[in-house]
């Protein structure tokens, strides 16, 4: 057996929040990128059969530590604070947790105000919350995956279920939004990071967004098109083996693509939809469209890709404003060695 048959190849699954809309009269006005304070709830193996995790964020934790989200409040001053599930994951109870072959891992959220100091577990996913100040200055927010009185994440998976699949992927699973005065202030997204020594066997290639919130519109306009750009990195690993890679990409949405066309659907009217068109390095692409690709034999070879998301200002009319829609943006990255 020859040095590259003892590599194998899998699938890098890259999940991406395309949006959230408000709809007003007047011009796009962009949101911060928040990409750089998401929550990273890193996953190792101890044993086999058996995981550990911690929490990190991507900047670095604030004073509180990684698995705060939170804000700093003014006195008086109200927000609203809302945890959901997007990607691959999905809200149960007070958890965060995945689907399909993750749904054992269940992420705990807590409800977090430090003056007076407040840690409650009655929080339901997926549901609003009002935050206030009425005595002074305080931060107030949610706490995920903590380890706080015994409450991290909890991984328990189903015999056959081995994640060392996942090795080296990092896949959405929710995000985390505080917004007051009828704008968002945070918005923050949750992912699953599974560790690279997950697998003795490493893949040949790795894949990720580079701006990834990039694709996250606040505010657009009624007959106005509007655009987004994120980036695609796809890269050889240090030991895959010398020669050319070729590789596949292919693009997949959450609620489906009916006639390849990607959809976000309405949070408040779940049958409602506007399209959006993706077009992958200025060219436009179709659901489930199949791109071939290769990466040269040197140590550290990559591709970068830009992505434009296109929203059609003509889609937008009759909307109510103040609707909110949104999607899952899925790259799968397949090596074809």
């Known amino acids: 057996m020859n040095d590259e048959a003892s590599y194998r190849l899998h699938n890098v699954i890259l999940a991406l929040l395309c949006g959230v809309l408000g709809l007003t009269s007047y011009g796009l006005r962009a949101s911060a990128v928040q990409g750089s304070g998401d929550v990273i709830i890193n996953i190792e193996k101890n044993v086999p059969g058996r995981y550990s995790t911690t929490v990190t964020r991507n900047s670095g934790a604030g004073s509180l530590g990684a698995s705060y989200v939170t804000t700093n409040l003014s006195d008086k001053e109200k927000l609203v ?35 007076p100091y407040r840690y409650e577990k009655n929080y339901l ?7 206030a100040s009425s005595n002074g200055d305080n931060v107030v927010g949610f706490v995920l995956g903590a380890t706080i009185d015994g409450d991290s994440t909890q991984i328990k998976l ?26 968002e202030i945070q918005s923050n997204n949750v992912y699953l990071s599974f560790a ?31 655009t987004k750009t ?8 240090s030991d895959a083996p010398a ?17 390849s066309e990607f959809r976000m659907y309405s949070h408040e009217e779940p049958g409602k939809f506007i399209p959006y068109t993706v077009r992958f390095n200025k060219r436009a692409i179709g659901y489930g469209e199949l791109l071939n690709y290769s990466l040269g034999s040197t ?7 830009e992505i434009n998301f296109v929203i059609q200002g003509k889609d937008l009319v009759g909307l109510k404003g103040g609707t909110h829609f949104s999607d899952t943006f899925t790259a799968v990255v397949t090596p074809g060695l």
């Not at 996913?125 to 935050?131: A, Q, R, T, W």
């Not at 699949?165 to 505080?178: D, F, T």
């Not at 140590?299 to 890709?305: D, I, K, P, Q």
């Open 81 to 115: 604070g809302l945890v959901q599930g997007a990607g691959q994951g999905v809200c149960s109870g007070r958890y965060l947790t995945g689907t399909g072959e993750l749904q054992g891992i269940s992420i705990p959220i807590a409800m977090f105000s430090q003056r």
């Open 125 to 131: 996913c997926g549901s609003p919350v009002n935050f």
């Open 196 to 226: 690279r020594t997950l697998r003795s066997d490493p893949a040949v290639i790795e894949a990720s967004f580079i701006k990834l919130d990039a694709a996250r519109f606040s505010e657009v306009a009624i007959n106005e098109d509007t």
């Open 243 to 259: 020669t050319l890679l070729p590789f596949t990409i292919t693009f997949e949405s959450k609620k489906g693509a009916p006639n």
């Open 158 to 183: 189903a015999e056959n279920i081995d994640l060392s699949k996942y090795a080296g992927q990092r896949i959405l699973l929710g995000n985390v939004r505080l917004t007051g005065d009828n704008r």
């Open 299 to 305: 140590n550290g070879a990559s591709e970068l890709f």
């Open 230 to 237: 994120a980036m695609l990195n796809v890269r050889r690993i």
